[in-house]
């Protein structure tokens, strides 16, 4: 059968398409979805961009950290802080846009406490953006993950996404789609990757929003 | 198609690449995210962190192979892996993780067509989504654009046959 043929069938959905009809057909009703033509919002290429830049490896090399001369310490310090003040410079404009971001301070239980860090929490359009900065934190074992949850007071918890920092201390990004008000505290649970999606109760890392009370 | 140096870029991390890969690809992406999600926060999540995915596993993507199965791959796992997350999971709940999504069984038709669309130009990209989205006849389209019924006619058909080219092998699959 002609692509003429076809063309005019998926124009008009009539004509002599002897058997391909059924897909033709689909590519028609795919056409008049919704979703087909759904417009990302403009701020998520903004997004993108932002995410790709804060998660560029910023630290210095690991044989610098653990054994290399102090100069390479030093050299290697000032590249990297070189290269966050270009990553701010080169962020500012989609930062100064957004709403201030609320600081949360993140310590260690006693499963890992040794941890510590912050979150950065930051409302957007589509849910909350949160970025963790942990310390000290060692890699999940193989055959593990953590996992970042936002946890109400009544005792439910909502998943914001999983991570490994295998790679290295870098920062990680996570989202919450329900409001940080409703579910204040944030928790880091380290779970065992052949298992079900409910929390492990292996809590290693803790923080709570500030003015919203004791836990 | 993508340019082949700016897969190789984007491969090697590069962040303008991402970019580029970002123009051609956000719109399939995220409309296979709203196919399956349903909702425009949601979808939207799923195409930031699609496109974060895609740039952390970017060495391991191989240029000579085709991109958008590739990328696609990457946005159906993310945008389930949403879906159930969003069911909220409490410590003592049995959640079953074998649920999956409504939309997904028409998941990859969306993405190619967008991906279809996407490519035609907006003269025609216009006159596709007036007549099949909107469902307008030749007429109504020419009134609403104010050029003559002929002229849209002609893109109507320029366009059908466009994505009947650009979607051979989604109508043979």
Known sequence: MSDETRSRYLESGSGEVSGESERLDLIRDVLGDEATWAEPPRRVADEVMAAVALQRPTTPPVEARSGGSRWAMVVGGIGAAAAVVTLVLASVSVIRSQPAETLVPMAGTELEPGASGEASVRPTGSGWWIRLDLEDLPPAPEGSYYEGWVWSDEGEGVSIGTFHLRDGPEPVIMWSGVAMSEYPSIWVTLEPEDEGPEASGEVVMKGRMPDSGDA | ?173
């Open chain 2, 1 to 173: 198609m993508m340019d082949r140096e700016v897969l190789e870029r984007f491969r090697l991390g590069d962040e303008a690449a991402v970019k580029a890969v970002y123009d051609r690809f956000g719109g399939p992406v995220f409309a296979l995210s709203m196919r399956i999600l349903g909702e425009q926060g949601l979808a939207a999540d799923a195409t930031q962190q699609t496109f974060l995915k895609a740039w952390r596993a970017a060495s391991t993507y191989d240029p000579e192979r085709n991109f958008g199965p590739w990328i696609y791959a990457i946005a159906r796992r993310t945008a389930i892996d949403i879906y159930r997350k969003q069911r909220r999971s409490v410590v003592t709940d049995d959640l079953d993780v074998a649920v999956l999504p409504p939309g997904l069984e028409t998941a990859w038709e969306v993405f190619e067509v967008r991906a279809a669309v996407d490519q035609l130009p907006d003269e025609e990209r216009q006159v596709i989504k007036l007549s099949h989205f909107d469902g307008l006849t030749h007429v109504e389209i020419a009134e609403q654009l104010d050029i003559p019924v002929g002229t849209v006619k002609s893109r109507s058909h320029r366009a059908h046959q466009r994505l009947i080219e650009l979607l051979r092998h989604v109508e043979e699959a």
